[in-house]
Every structure is written in structure tokens, then in C-alpha cells.
T-cell receptor, first 115, second 109 residues
Framework: DAGVIQSPRHEVTEMGQEVTLRCKPI?????LFWYRQTMMRGLELLIY????????DSGMPEDRFSAKMPNASFSTLKIQPSEPRDSAVYFC?????????????FGPGTRLLVL | DAKTTQPTSMDCAEGRAANLPCNHS???????VYWYRQIHSQGPQYIIH???NNETNEMASLIITEDRKSSTLILPHATLRDTAVYYC??????????FGKGTRLSVIA
């Protein structure tokens, strides 16, 4: 089992550019979570999906952020336009239970730096 | 959502037991206590969870007080690889995990 796969692992971009982060959950998992981690704010839940449907996006910071899950094996988190304050590590996690808290498996994260 | 309180940091000698406390005095009867940890530069990793009874698995033991207002995660023989931030979380019902600041455990050789 390859675990949760995220790409890219590192991204450096300039302010104003569009950034797309990608996540492939563990096969068979039906819940997917996007988190953001910074030193100041810690680990924050941005949005989560159950059976490809967004359940709670109250953590999405603003309209510049959007997330999609077109099928059970792929999700994207897009930032357009990006700003320096978006610099963070973005984690994707998946679970095989709806909201399954003990079965969340995290990916290695994408380290985003917006200059 | 039960608020949890953990010490900011702790040290533990290698080979000794690491006892990480967590207060969750506002926990309700059906809220589980979950423990995750995050090793530097990695995503969080599930450790253990419990409701009322003490629990043990290959990673750790979880001791929950009878009134359920606090719990202790025990790593019986801490190694340098156990150095991490440990999160105690008590989310209600079907709500997702909300990570706090956690306890930064440093295992010292």
C-alpha cells in the first residue's frame, strides 16, 4: 500500500500565481481531508469530503481557496491568486470511515512557499 | 467539542516510560479521546483512542480516569524516534479531528 500520495512535495511560486496541490487517497477510503499547518496557527482543517462530496468547508480561509474531488482516487486544492501568507505545509489525509478519526492516514505534505 | 489541555513540552530519558497527560474536563459521555503524534516534517500519525476503559496497543497505552476528565498516554520504553508532538483530541460525534498545540516530547539519550 503506497499510502496517501501528495504532489508536488515542494512548491515555490510568486505572489499572484495559481497553485494546485494534488492528493491521491488510499484505495478504498471514502473520506478525504485537507489540512494546513503553520507555526502560528498549527494544524487547521480546511475541508473534508465524504464519498467525493464536500461535507464541511468552513475552514477554507477565503474565496481564493477551492477544493475538488472529481472521483474517489483524486482531489485537488487550488489557490488563486496565491499570497505570501498562504505559505504553509498542506496535508491531505484519507479514511475508510465517514469522519473516521482513528483511521485517518496522512500524506507527507506539500511545502508551499509563496514569494 | 471538548477542550483539551496539554503541557507545552516534556522531556523523557531514552528507555524510560513517557507519561503524557491531557485534561478534558468538559468531555461528554459519548466523546472518545484520540491521540495522534507528529514527527518532525511528517504528517500526523494515529496512536490510540479510548472511551472509558484503558486501552493498549503495540504503540502505547491509554489510561482514562474514572470520571473521564483526564487521560494519560504512556509510551512504555521511549526511544529517540518517539520525539514528536503528541496531540490529545476529543471531538464530538461525527465531527472531524481538530488539532490543538499538543505536547512536544523530547526523548533524550
Amino acid at each position: 500500500d503506497a499510502g496517501v500520495i501528495q504532489s508536488p512535495r515542494h512548491e515555490v511560486t510568486e505572489m499572484g500565481q495559481e497553485v494546485t496541490l494534488r492528493c491521491k487517497p488510499i484505495s478504498g477510503h471514502n473520506s478525504l481531508f485537507w489540512y494546513r499547518q503553520t507555526m502560528m496557527r498549527g494544524l487547521e482543517l480546511l475541508i473534508y469530503f465524504n464519498n467525493n462530496v464536500p461535507i464541511d468547508d468552513s475552514g477554507m480561509p477565503e474565496d481564493r481557496f477551492s477544493a475538488k474531488m472529481p472521483n474517489a482516487s483524486f482531489s485537488t486544492l487550488k489557490i488563486q491568486p496565491s499570497e505570501p501568507r498562504d505559505s504553509a505545509v498542506y496535508f491531505c489525509a484519507s479514511s475508510n470511515l465517514a469522519g473516521g478519526k482513528e483511521t485517518q492516514y496522512f500524506g507527507p505534505g506539500t511545502r508551499l512557499l509563496v514569494l | 467539542d471538548a477542550k483539551t489541555t496539554q503541557p507545552t513540552s516534556m522531556d523523557c530519558a531514552e528507555g524510560r516510560a513517557a507519561n503524557l497527560p491531557c485534561n478534558h474536563s468538559t468531555i461528554s459521555g459519548n466523546e472518545y479521546v484520540y491521540w495522534y503524534r507528529q514527527i518532525h516534517s511528517q504528517g500526523p500519525q494515529y496512536i490510540i483512542h479510548g472511551l472509558k476503559n484503558n486501552e493498549t496497543n503495540e504503540m502505547a497505552s491509554l489510561i482514562i480516569t474514572e470520571d473521564r476528565k483526564s487521560s494519560t498516554l504512556i509510551l512504555p520504553h521511549a526511544t529517540l524516534r518517539d520525539t514528536a508532538v503528541y496531540y490529545c483530541i476529543a471531538p464530538p460525534g461525527n465531527t472531524p479531528l481538530v488539532f490543538g498545540k499538543g505536547t512536544r516530547l523530547s526523548v533524550i539519550a
